[in-house]
């Protein structure tokens, strides 16, 4: 009699490999993760379907079946999936699935939306240790994704959350020079800030 883990082996070598795990080349990584952890991505994989209505995917699709053009990159994939345990209030959850699609993410854009997320994901928690790691992990890649973000505003650069919230917390901090310099660069480079003016004559006081 074949022992259950030796079931489970048998079970994974003969098991069809398709779905969006095969469009987007992840079984191998799905595979790799604990059990509770594969549960978790495949949970929120199938509460995506039903919560988001734009979803053109079912349940069966996470590990069966054709899946063409699945319109993600694992990046973005995982992402998603994260975003939908952050609706869901599962802040854990999301957060893990973000730092996983952060691996994935092949440009310093993707890695900007995701940071972005994260960063939002923070202050739901009210971490400051943590709000502070993402909004700096996401300031030392602006340069990179700075001009990406003007081409998807039009020649405009979009206000950016890290910003605010890094000149906030440095002034928190009583680093005010430091503060002042980040709102200076940043504004500089077209950044709004809705309250620089505000910002600099306290800074500078």
Do not use: C
Not at 15 to 33: F, V
Not at 43 to 66: M, Q
């Amino acid at each position: 009699m074949l022992a259950p883990l030796m079931i489970g082996k048998v079970f994974r070598i003969f098991r069809e490999r398709g779905g969006i795990l095969k469009a987007l080349d992840l079984w191998d990584w799905y595979e790799s993760l604990e059990a509770k952890e594969q549960k978790l991505v495949k949970y929120y994989f199938s509460l995506k379907t039903i919560k988001d209505l734009r979803f053109p995917l079912k349940a069966k699709h996470f590990e069966s079946g054709e899946v063409q053009n699945p319109g993600y990159t694992k990046a973005t994939f995982l992402g998603s999936l994260a975003q939908t345990a952050l609706l869901e209030g599962k802040y854990q959850d999301a957060e893990w699935l973000y730092l996983k699609a952060l691996e994935f993410a092949q440009s310093a854009y993707e890695k900007h939306l995701i940071l972005n997320d994260l960063v939002m994901l923070a202050q739901k928690l009210k971490d400051l240790e943590k709000l502070e790691k993402y909004a700096h992990m996401d300031l030392e890649l602006f340069e990179e994704y700075k001009e990406t973000l003007r081409e998807k505003g039009g020649g405009k650069l979009p206000q950016i959350n890290s910003y605010e919230i890094m000149v906030y917390l440095l002034e928190r901090k009583g680093e005010k020079e430091k503060a002042l310099n980040l709102l200076e660069r940043l504004h500089y480079e077209g950044v709004p800030h809705p309250f620089y003016q505000e910002v600099k004559k306290r800074l500078e006081g």
